[in-house]
């Protein structure tokens, strides 16, 4: 089985083949654009891109829409997060938690597969803004953000030892068993 894996980010695309190949489900990125309405939850985002390219494209596929959420900022950037990355950046980020000492957040994602119906599944992992960043793997946000018991910050962990505790990680881990009990 072939899915398509809508999303302009190769780093993500890594992530997901980690959990798919060892089912022999090869999955493949399609870059293809797709609205991203402004909406209070991930899920909302979601559900309206994978409805929207459900009428545009054939074949099973899935997207995945993740947010970080800071706590002592009430949540931002969440569902703006994207657009803080490519605005503000990680500096930005780091600027605007200055003065704060709560520095814990939280990454959240969903996963949205459309097979003629829509499923959703979702994972978080929680943890803490570093003082600064640190380590030169993954993407985004990963070098500012260090998961609850770990010493590392996701940036200067594998994608095996990222996969093993990211919210994407943990959605990929729900919609592979899924799979395996549905296909
Ligand atoms: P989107 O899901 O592609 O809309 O991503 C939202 C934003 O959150 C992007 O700017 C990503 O860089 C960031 N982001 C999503 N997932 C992760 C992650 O696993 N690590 C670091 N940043 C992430």
Redesign the pocket.
Same mark, same amino acid.
């Given at each position: 089985m072939r899915l398509a894996f809508i999303?302009s980010?190769p780093g993500k695309v890594e992530e997901a083949k980690e959990y798919f190949e060892p089912l022999g489900i090869e999955v493949y990125q399609l870059s293809y654009s797709y609205p991203?309405i402004q909406a209070d939850t991930l899920e909302e985002v979601a559900e309206y891109g994978a409805r929207w390219l459900a009428e545009k494209i054939s074949g099973p596929f899935f997207l +995945? +829409?993740?947010?970080?959420f800071i706590e002592a900022l009430n949540g931002f950037p969440g569902v703006y997060?994207?657009y803080v990355? *490519?605005t503000l950046g990680i500096g930005g980020i780091l600027k605007l938690m200055e003065g704060f000492s709560d520095r814990s957040a939280y #990454?959240k994602?969903i996963i949205a597969y459309w097979d003629g119906e829509l499923h959703i599944f979702g994972g978080r992992v929680d943890g803490e803004i570093t003082a600064e960043p640190r380590g030169e793997g993954? #993407?985004?946000?990963?070098p500012i !953000?260090r998961p609850r018991g770990s010493d590392k910050t !996701?940036a200067e962990m594998t994608t095996e030892e990222k996969n093993l505790i990211?919210? *994407?990680g943990k959605a990929l881990k729900v919609f592979a068993s899924w799979l395996r009990e549905n296909l």
């Amino acid at each position: 089985m072939r899915l398509a894996f809508i999303t302009s980010n190769p780093g993500k695309v890594e992530e997901a083949k980690e959990y798919f190949e060892p089912l022999g489900i090869e999955v493949y990125q399609l870059s293809y654009s797709y609205p991203e309405i402004q909406a209070d939850t991930l899920e909302e985002v979601a559900e309206y891109g994978a409805r929207w390219l459900a009428e545009k494209i054939s074949g099973p596929f899935f997207l +995945d +829409d993740s947010g970080l959420f800071i706590e002592a900022l009430n949540g931002f950037p969440g569902v703006y997060s994207a657009y803080v990355y *490519r605005t503000l950046g990680i500096g930005g980020i780091l600027k605007l938690m200055e003065g704060f000492s709560d520095r814990s957040a939280y #990454f959240k994602s969903i996963i949205a597969y459309w097979d003629g119906e829509l499923h959703i599944f979702g994972g978080r992992v929680d943890g803490e803004i570093t003082a600064e960043p640190r380590g030169e793997g993954g #993407f985004g946000f990963d070098p500012i !953000f260090r998961p609850r018991g770990s010493d590392k910050t !996701f940036a200067e962990m594998t994608t095996e030892e990222k996969n093993l505790i990211s919210h *994407r990680g943990k959605a990929l881990k729900v919609f592979a068993s899924w799979l395996r009990e549905n296909l």
